[in-house]
């Protein structure tokens, strides 16, 4: 996912998409464990897409804080 179409999220979807990247990376986690894990680079794309939420959900406070 692409910071442009996580910039296009409300506050409530961003909150929700981090929780179910969260429960996927969990899952992703469980399937390298047990060795039924089809690729192990889709551990390191799902870390990138939390880490890209999360720094918006940063962006977003700091500017909020700034206005206030």
Known sequence: MKATE???LSDKE??????????ELFNL????ATGQIESMS???KIKQDI???????????????KEA
């Open 6 to 8: 996580i910039r296009k």
């Open 14 to 23: 961003l909150n929700n998409k981090l929780l179910s990247l969260k429960e």
């Open 29 to 32: 986690r469980f399937q390298a």
């Open 42 to 44: 889709s551990i390191g």
């Open 51 to 65: 880490a890209r939420v999360k720094t918006i959900i940063t962006e977003r406070k700091l500017n909020l804080n």
